[in-house]
């Protein structure tokens, strides 16, 4: 789409947002089953709530802009599940898949996080405080939500060079 003004890019945007956080609900699960550390495991999980709550809030902007909420079919977020998928399905449960894993989820945060940054910038452009709030409330969680994956990333890599050494 072809936006002709600042609002018609907002709603572009958040239509986008709206089909990423929709595939990763169904792509979180996966993901948590597939990881072996237990806090690796607990914090996917964890994730999966909020994702479902970072939908409920996408709901929300479109109800304060007038829309109805749609979804765009997002490629990149489509991309990067696809190859977190190949991931989990190449290799046997392990600390180097679970380091796999870890990367991959945090692709997808980084994407996340410059998308809601931008649709941020674009709400608070146009005046729409309260769609604002509501997309800086989800950028903050993504944010935490990548510390969280550098925190764990700590101990998998430790077991995956171990699990390398031993090979």
Not at 14 to 23: I, R, S, T, V, W
Request: aromatic share 2%; glycine share 4%; proline share 2%.
């Amino acid at each position: 789409m072809s936006a002709e003004s600042l609002k018609e890019l907002l709603v572009d945007e958040l239509k986008d947002l709206y089909h990423a956080e929709k595939q990763l609900v169904k792509a979180l699960p996966k993901m948590a089953k597939a990881a072996l550390d237990p806090d690796l495991k607990a914090g996917l999980t964890a994730h999966l709530d909020e994702t479902k709550e970072h939908v409920a809030r996408l709901e929300r902007a479109f109800k304060l802009l007038d829309e109805t909420p749609k979804a765009k079919v997002c490629p990149a977020m489509q991309g990067l599940i696809e190859e977190g998928s190949e991931a989990i399905e190449e290799k046997e449960s392990s600390a180097v898949r679970d380091a796999q894993i870890i990367g991959s989820a945090q692709r997808i945060e980084h994407y996340e996080i410059a998308a809601y940054g931008t649709v941020r910038s674009l709400a608070e452009t146009l005046g729409e405080d309260e769609v604002a709030e509501l997309l800086q409330l989800t950028l903050d969680e993504e944010g935490e939500a990548d510390k969280k994956l550098t925190a764990a990333s700590a101990a998998v890599n430790e077991a995956a060079l171990v699990e390398s050494e031993e090979d």
